[in-house]
């Protein structure tokens, strides 16, 4: 674990095989489940499943609900990827005049945007007054379902 600024904190992935857990081999249905359905086990890591590059992959904690709309909600578990190239539309974590938030990219017209999900908060236009680093792209969300 990495603290990066204050409250902020980043984790790093773990691949070790010890970290796997149970999965049915069967997809689950969303509609009327088969009761011939055969589950047989098999063991994932979710690590493995979700982190492309090793080196390069973080976890942090959302804070806040500027990304609602965009599925991340507060205390939600991010995964970004630092090798991922940001393009437009993409949802990145930014460092911006000394502090960390995530937010969607717009790129438009040789101009950046920082694109808030939520209608309570504002657009960020970055201009040469600005600080802004992309410091990687969310590729997954790990959210708590109850």
Known sequence: MKKLKEGIFFFKPNLD????IPL???SISAGFPSPADDFKEIRIS???????NEEATFYARV???SMHGAGLSDGDLIVID???EPKNGSIAV???DGEFTVKRLKLKNQEVYLMPENS???PIKIDEGNE???WGIVTYVVKKMI
């Open 132 to 134: 802004l680093s992309i």
């Open 94 to 96: 930014c460092f911006l």
């Open 120 to 122: 309570r908060y504002s």
């Open 17 to 20: 095989e010890s970290h796997s």
């Open 82 to 84: 630092r090798s991922e």
């Open 24 to 26: 049915t081999n069967n």
């Open 46 to 52: 979710l690590d493995k499943e979700i982190v492309r």
């Open 63 to 65: 804070d806040g609900d």
